[in-house]
């Protein structure tokens, strides 16, 4: 029931763009994205519902694909700040239990 | 201020021995949820809890048990059936148990217990 997310990890230079996918082999209500730094708890960082929408958060946007039931999350012109482990949380159309993914470590370099 | 409290941060348990881990929220949230963090494989679903008084496992629950006697709590046990507990445990909640009936809502994370078995 977990979604599977690619690439399990990426490293970056700053300014280089990235992209995150996560997929689910359940009709899919939603997906949420997060961002964990190490030892931290994870940090919201959008929320797409089904209808195909897309969202943007300065930098960082993310697009949801019912159909395919895949999202993914686009980091562009990437910052130091960006590092850490990316998880997309999924809520089924039956609900009732919301996976996290198997999350993608992000390292961006000077 | 609103949030969810998790403790301890740090727990260090013998085998053979059950251990609760605490998890409080006071954001007036219906959903809670438990999950275990291991390397390399993400936040995997322990239990969760849609409503006071009613919880449903998740796909990890051999070796756990959970209760939810109040809204704003939603405690662990780490039983000795556990074969291998040691690992980052990550409470959160919702401002109410999803559904496509519904808006869903982002869930708040706790900051994590660390549960070391020596």
């Known amino acids: 029931q977990q979604p599977v997310q690619s690439p399990q990890a990426v490293i970056l230079r700053e300014g280089e763009d990235a992209v995150i996918n996560c997929s689910s082999s359940?009709?899919?209500?939603?997906v949420h994205w997060y961002r964990q730094k190490h030892g931290e708890a994870p940090v919201f960082l959008m929320i797409?519902?089904?209808?195909?929408e897309q969202k943007g958060h300065d930098k960082i946007s993310a697009s949801f694909n019912e159909k395919k039931q895949q999202s993914s999350l686009y980091l562009t012109a990437s910052q130091l700040s960006y590092s850490g482990t990316y998880f997309c949380g999924t809520e089924s159309l039956t609900g009732n239990q919301f996976y996290f993914g198997t999350g993608t470590s992000l390292t961006v370099i000077p | 201020d609103g949030g969810i409290t998790q403790s301890p941060k740090y727990l260090f348990r013998k085998e053979g021995q059950n251990v609760t881990l605490s998890c409080e929220q006071n954001?007036?949230?219906?959903?809670m949820y438990w999950y275990r963090q291991d390397p390399g494989q993400g936040l995997r679903l322990i239990y969760y809890?849609?409503?006071?008084?009613?919880?449903q496992k998740g796909d990890i629950a051999e070796g756990y048990s959970v209760s939810r006697e109040k809204k704003e709590s939603f405690p662990l046990t780490v039983t000795s059936a556990q074969k291998n507990p040691t690992a980052f445990y990550l409470c959160a909640s919702s401002i109410r148990g999803t559904g496509a009936s519904s808006l869903s809502a982002q869930a708040f994370f706790g900051q994590g217990t660390r549960l070391t078995v020596v």
């Open positions: 359940k009709a899919l209500y939603s």
């Open positions: 809890s849609q409503i006071v008084n009613d919880f």
């Open positions: 954001l007036n949230h219906d959903a």
């Open positions: 797409l519902l089904k209808g195909g």
